[in-house]
């Protein structure tokens, strides 16, 4: 159903303070596809529309490719494991080079 580097129009709901809200696009990045489709959580990392300049945000751009508007900015330091059942619909596909740029800052910031 959704596999890494796509992008998805999610179903975040009710957040705490902080948190992504609402119905937002996120980037999945995991699992693997190797756990199958039927695997019953993805792992994602929401994304704004708020430039606020930090080195852990990735920059998309608006393209077909994309399926986004607007500029927009993959968040990181907020990935969090949801159910597929958040997935509204697929948006669209990030390039290699945001895909390699956002599992390195990802990587250096959990040090795992």
Same mark, same amino acid.
């Given at each position: 159903? %959704?596999? %890494?580097?796509?992008?998805?129009?999610?179903?975040?709901?009710?957040?705490?303070?902080?948190?992504? %809200?609402?119905?937002?696009?996120?980037?999945?990045?995991?699992?693997?596809?190797?756990?199958?489709?039927l695997f019953p959580f993805v792992i994602v990392a929401p994304l704004?529309?708020?430039?606020?300049?930090?080195?852990?945000?990735?920059?998309?751009?608006?393209?077909?490719?994309?399926?986004?508007?607007?500029?927009?900015?993959v968040q990181c330091e907020l990935i969090r494991s949801i159910s597929?059942?958040?997935?509204?619909?697929?948006?669209?596909?990030?390039?290699?080079?945001?895909?390699?740029?956002?599992?390195?800052?990802?990587?250096?910031?959990?040090?795992?």
């Amino acid at each position: 159903m %959704a596999s %890494a580097d796509e992008l998805w129009l999610v179903d975040f709901g009710t957040p705490y303070p902080g948190e992504p %809200a609402d119905l937002r696009p996120a980037l999945v990045i995991g699992p693997p596809d190797t756990f199958g489709p039927l695997f019953p959580f993805v792992i994602v990392a929401p994304l704004t529309t708020t430039r606020r300049g930090l080195s852990l945000h990735v920059e998309l751009d608006p393209s077909p490719g994309t399926g986004l508007d607007e500029t927009s900015y993959v968040q990181c330091e907020l990935i969090r494991s949801i159910s597929r059942k958040r997935l509204v619909h697929p948006l669209g596909i990030v390039g290699p080079d945001e895909s390699h740029l956002v599992k390195t800052v990802i990587k250096t910031l959990l040090d795992y």
